[in-house]
Structures are given as structure tokens and as C-alpha cells.
């Protein structure tokens, strides 16, 4: 009873005004029959005023949520050494995955195995503390450049494989948030029921924030692909490099499949590839990373581990610069 006495003369005493610059503390309370650990409450309480004579505990402000990163037992040995470093080459990167790439045995539509795959992958950057963005395609439901034709005008088939690109976003949203990885969808295109539209500064802060960003919808306009939106993203938001997942290897310097003796480019620049005519990514986007000065690391995403080691900055497949050793 002392101890809530005091409480309430606390409160009222600390809403008097004062005459003088001088605080005054309050008087001991007295009682030989209260606890001595009833006594010693009053001073280890944080009171504030909500309602005048009611006072509340102040509630301690909650730590940012725990990431839970559920991995597959399986898998789990080969980053059990690289979660204990702090190797990481980038910051903030690009990660661009063909839709294909996410597509079953069939080629079309998709195989949740592969979605889950990558999204361990990218989980397993994010916890190391890098700051990932992707861009997915969408050519396991639509390639809109191949089905322009009779009765359906590029500006329509372009439309429809940016909507193919969400419905791989939503999968890759699933994935990340099934291992516990706060995500955020970001299209060029207003689908405010499953996702936010496309805010750079908004974009920033979720990467700040350590959120992975997923891309959809691609530039929002006919006749650029991806490959393009991939690019112009990476510039607007200030991602080090641009990582290109693919089913090969790298950049050879003529085509493996027609030339045995094709030799794997580590390195190359990005006038090397166009005086030897390479196909890295399509012309548009190639050009808009040659004029930011963003390395282009291509690399073969269906090794187990390669995603990982990309994101985190590991030599890996082959690596477009602008001069040699950038990156």
C-alpha cells in the first residue's frame, strides 16, 4: 500500500509546476511493517503520465525480429564454414534469373524444388549481410519477343510476359519467406493486392533494411526486356554489380556447342565482347552497364552453391568490367 502511495505522489509531484530550478526529491516512506523489497519498488519503476494519477509502465522498445533460416539438412554442409565468414566482396547486388531457369522438365511453368533451391541460396547471402535485389523473368509461362504474330502486336505479348514475371515474384516471395527472409514485391506496374509498385526510395530502404527486393513486370514498357530492367534497377538503386544466372558456365570466346576449343573468358571487358560480337545480354542493357561502369558477373546457377558464392563475391563464372582487375 506504501508502495503504491508513493507511486501516485510520484506522478502527481512530477505534473506540479516548480518554482525553483531545483529538484526536490521525495520523502522516504515510512513503515516498519512494509518489505524491504516493496520499499525499494518505487525506484526502479519508469513512470509516465497517460492519465492524470494513472501511472503505466513504460514497455521496453522489441528487438527487430529474429531471422528463422530453415535449410535443408542436406545442403546445409557446404555454407557451414562460409556463414562463419565475413567475405563478403558486395554490398548491394543485382541478382537477374531467367524464368527458364525455374521452369520443370517440361519447360514450363515452374518447379517448386528449383524456386526453393534459390531462395536457400539468396537466404543464405542475406544472412551473411548482403543486400539482395532480383529481377526474374518470366519465360517459363511467356516470352512476349516470340509471340508476336497473328492477332497479338508486340506492345500486347510484352504486356503479357510482364505479368508472367509476377507470378515467378509471388513463387520467389513464398520460397524466401517459408526460410524466414523478409521480402518485398516492387512492380512497374500497379498491382497494389500483391504488391507494392516500383519506389526507389522505398526500394533503398527495404534493402537497408535487409529485406530481400523482388522486381516484377520488368521496365513497366513494351520492348525492353529483363535483361534491361535488371540493368537500369542496378543503376537506380546503386547495386555494385549485376549478377547474371544462367545455365552455362560463362563467357566463351566463341560458341562451346559448335567449338570444342572454346576457351572460358574469367574476365573480359566490355569492348572486348563487342569486337568479338558476344552475346552476354541484349544490347540495351549491356550498353546501360558499360555507361554506369556496373561489372556483369555471368555465372551457371544450376550448381549447387554458385548463387551464394556469386552474391557474396567469390571468383565465379565470367566477370564483364570495364577495365581489367575492377573487379
Known sequence: MAARCACNYAVLASCRPSSSRQSTSLPPVASSNTPSYKKQAPSVLKLSVRNIGMPTLQRPRLKPRQLVFAVDSTRTNRDTMEMESKGNKWERVILKISGEALADSNG???????????????????????????????????????????????????????????????????????????????????????????????????????????????????????????????????????????????????????????????????????????????TTAFTMCQENNIPVVVFDMMTAGNITAALRGKPIGSRVVTTRGQV
Open 108 to 282: 514450363f511453368g515452374i518447379d517448386n524444388s528449383k524456386v526453393q533451391d534459390v531462395a536457400e541460396e539468396i537466404a543464405v547471402a542475406v544472412l551473411m549481410g548482403v543486400q539482395v535485389a532480383v529481377v526474374v523473368g518470366g519465360g517459363n509461362f511467356f516470352r512476349g519477343a516470340k509471340k508476336e504474330g497473328v492477332g497479338l502486336d508486340r506492345c500486347s505479348a510484352d504486356y503479357m510476359g510482364m505479368l508472367a514475371t509476377v507470378m515467378n515474384c509471388l513463387s520467389l516471395q513464398a520460397a524466401l519467406e517459408s526460410k524466414g527472409i523478409p521480402n518485398v514485391i516492387q512492380t512497374a506496374i500497379e498491382m497494389k493486392e500483391i504488391a507494392d509498385s516500383y519506389n526507389r526510395r522505398g526500394a533503398i530502404k527495404a534493402l537497408e533494411e535487409g529485406k530481400v527486393l523482388i522486381f516484377g513486370a520488368g521496365t513497366g514498357n513494351p520492348f525492353f526486356t529483363t535483361d534491361t530492367a535488371a540493368a537500369l534497377r542496378a543503376a537506380e538503386i546503386g547495386a555494385q554489380v549485376l549478377l547474371k544466372a544462367t545455365k552455362v558456365d560463362g563467357i566463351y570466346d566463341k560458341d562451346p556447342k559448335k567449338h570444342p576449343d572454346a576457351k572460358l573468358q574469367t574476365e573480359i571487358t566490355y569492348e572486348e565482347v563487342l569486337h568479338m560480337r558476344l552475346e552476354v545480354m541484349d
